[in-house]
């Protein structure tokens, strides 16, 4: 850990404090969003294993409020637990790939399967209606892949809101169940990197005035999501995926010409 340390020490600490609360902030009002900004951005002035680190136990808390928010489980967790599973299983196959290999050229298929989903009417060859149809293929393709981009790069949003999304989940349905899926898949990553030696109690408590902030930042976000209407949530949403998309592109590039 002595670059993560060294990282927590730096003026950079006040700068990740900052992006990890207008991502906090953006995943209370959307229900999702906040290792999608956080991340890459951190990485944009370290390394993506260093940002992966240092909001891993933010990450965590906040997922798990997003969860318990709202109830009425059974239409959202009750329905398609057995997708987290699948992220279970990708998240450890992507873990050990990030502490063994370079995960950025995963971020190019990342950001075109973003953009593919949000342009997706002009691609009229693509049927999404076969997810619907072959759930016993779909679930497991998805899960295993938002797994994998979950261990590797710390965003596995895109596979999971094309999956349900399609599926025609609503908002609240669709936070819980995306939560959980990151709940799952941060937590294999927390342990998986515990066993290898890359984390410990000392993450734990270096982080936390991290973690008590994007809370704070999260729950704010959460009385403006009580107000936005689910036509205003559709068209927030699809430009947070394209924002998601083009930070992607950007962070590739950053790391192979710095």
């Given amino acids: 850990m002595p670059q993560l340390d060294a990282f927590l020490a730096s003026p950079w600490f006040i700068l990740a404090l900052i992006v990890m609360t207008v991502a906090a902030l953006a995943h209370g009002t959307l229900g999702f969003g906040f290792p999608v900004i956080s991340t890459p951005v951190i990485a944009m002035f370290t390394d993506i294993k260093t940002a992966i680190l240092t909001t891993l136990f933010p990450n965590i808390v906040i997922n798990l409020i ?3 928010k709202g109830g009425n489980w059974r239409l959202s967790i009750g329905k398609y637990w057995a997708v987290a599973v699948y992220v279970l299983i990708g998240a450890i196959a992507g ?5 063994a290999a370079d995960p950025e050229p995963l971020k190019l298929l990342l950001a075109f399967m973003i953009v593919v989903y949000l342009q997706q009417a002009r691609f009229r060859q693509l049927d999404w209606s076969w997810l619907q149809r ?5 679930a497991p393709l998805f899960g295993l892949l ?17 999956y349900f999304m399609v599926l025609g989940l609503g908002p609240l349905a669709l936070t819980q169940i995306l939560n959980l899926c990151f709940l799952v898949g941060k937590s294999t990553q927390a342990i998986t990197f515990g066993v290898s030696g890359q984390i410990g109690l000392i993450t734990l408590i270096a982080t936390a005035p991290l973690t008590i902030i994007s809370v704070a930042a999260l729950l704010f976000g959460m009385r403006v999501q009580a107000r936005i209407h689910p036509e205003v949530y559709q068209m927030l949403l699809r430009k947070i995926l394209w924002v998601m998309a083009l930070i992607l592109m950007l962070q590739v590039g950053w790391h192979y010409l710095r």
């Fill in 134 to 138: 072959n759930p016993r293929i779909s």
């Fill in 146 to 162: 938002a797994g994998f981009l979950s261990g590797t790069v710390n965003v596995a949003v895109p596979p999971l809101v094309i």
């Fill in 66 to 68: 997003s969860i318990i």
């Fill in 95 to 99: 873990t050990h790939v990030l502490v």
